[in-house]
């Protein structure tokens, strides 16, 4: 018995050492970074889960939401039986994903305040399309328009992981790579699944509208780019000419740059996007009061006088 209980202090020991030491050796860059990232897990999170079950983080685990407001306007969506299997997966996904950052960080952020009303998206989709949809776009009202709302979310976080390996040091903080690089492997699968959903409905209308699947994700993926102010990041479920696939197909499956490696985004291009203003210093969207963390409070110049971050960025915003 002696040496069982001597076994399991040393096991107990030798993670808090463990666990001390990967804080220890995280810098406060890092740590900005992955608590930057919580906003958008909040987002996906919420999202998933309320879309699927009608309820979120507050009635499953309250404690991951740190305190902060629950989101506003959204609620539950019409969906197939196995599209709400597949957002009730992503939705816990998200949860272990804050779980996670939470957990090496210490204890992250509060959730920011964020809405996901009809009323958003169908402001977005117009933006998006460049024309009046009427009746206003809804992605509760059926299982299409809830994936083409989708569409928009895992992209920009995982584009996000990507650009963050940039900042870290990886020879020092291999508990920081190696959480990144979880965090972008379930984010571009759930890419990939809304993609794959889409792709069979491309030619499909979204009805009453006269445009089609693809028509939507080619022009959402058009604003996102045209909001970070940094080149063309994503397309949507087609380009053209269809030259990057050999000439032979316009599909586009999977998104990428022309070696069909992700594409990165900073901070500020990710603000630009998800506050809808095309400027991170300008809250909106998504954040209307602003998102969450020490990068994103820098950015609005609200609090914080030394840069908290050495995050380039030559978009020229």
Known sequence: MALVAS????LFLLCLALTTHSLSTMNSCEQDLLEFSLNLEFLEAEFFLYGALGYGIDAISPALANGGVAPTGVKKANLSPITRDIMIQFGYQELGHLRAIQNITGGGIPRPPMDLSSSHFATLMERAMGVPLIPPFDPYIDELNF???AYMLPIVGLTGYVADFNYINTSKTTTVARLL???LGIESGQDSIIRALLYPKSL???WP???TVADFTNRI???ANSLGHNGIKEAGLFVFPPNRNGGLTPGNILNGDSNFLSFDRSPQEILRILYGTGNESRPGGFFPSGAGGNIARYLRN???INRPCTIQDTSGS
Not at 7 to 10: A, L
């Open 147 to 149: 994936l083409l709302s």
């Open 7 to 10: 076994c399991f202090s040393f």
């Open 302 to 304: 609200i609090g914080l």
């Open 221 to 223: 993926s058009n604003l």
């Open 209 to 211: 509208y006269q445009y």
């Open 204 to 206: 499909l209308r979204v």
């Open 181 to 183: 690089a979880g965090l």
